[in-house]
C-alpha cells in the first residue's frame, strides 16, 4: 500500500464542557492537524492522490475553525471539541469534501496535536 499525509496548522479556543481542571476554562491550542490516505496503485504519473487536492480540502475545513471559539460552531455546540472529537471531525470532514479518490484508496486516519506532546488519532473501526 502507498500511504500520503498532509498536514497544517490551526489556533483557535475551546473549552471542555463536563470536564474537571483548568481546561474546563476558556483556552487557546496551536493545533496540528494530519491526515493520512492509503491505496493499492499509482496514477499514470506515479501519484496516489494530489496533495494539493488533499491540502485544498484541508485548508477549506480549517477555514472554519481558525480563529474560532470551536464551541460556538457546528458540531461543537453539543458535541465537546476534545482532540479526539475534532480528528473525528476532520476525518468525517475529509471523506465529505475528497468524494473522487481512485479505485480501493481510502482516507485511514486523522490525527490532531492539541500540544507538541499530545495527540488523538481517529480511524474507522475495522
Ligand atoms: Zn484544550
Redesign the pocket.
Known amino acids: 500500500m502507498f500511504h500520503v499525509s498532509v498536514e497544517d496548522t490551526f489556533s483557535s479556543g475551546?473549552a471542555?464542557r463536563g470536564y474537571r481542571g483548568k481546561?474546563e476554562n476558556v483556552?487557546g491550542?496551536n493545533y496540528r492537524v494530519r491526515v493520512t490516505v492509503e491505496g493499492p496503485q499509482l496514477d499514470s504519473i506515479g501519484l496516489l492522490v494530489d496533495f494539493t487536492l488533499l491540502k485544498q480540502v484541508m485548508r477549506e475545513i480549517i477555514g472554519r475553525l481558525d480563529h474560532q471559539f470551536i464551541n460556538d460552531l457546528e458540531p461543537f455546540r453539543a458535541v465537546n471539541p476534545s482532540a479526539e472529537n475534532l480528528a473525528k471531525y476532520f476525518y468525517d470532514e475529509m471523506q465529505r469534501g475528497l468524494k473522487d479518490l481512485p479505485p480501493g484508496a481510502r482516507i485511514t486516519d486523522a490525527i490532531i496535536w492539541?500540544t507538541d506532546t499530545s495527540q488523538a488519532k481517529y480511524s474507522p473501526a475495522k
Open positions: 475551546h471542555l481546561c483556552h491550542h492539541e
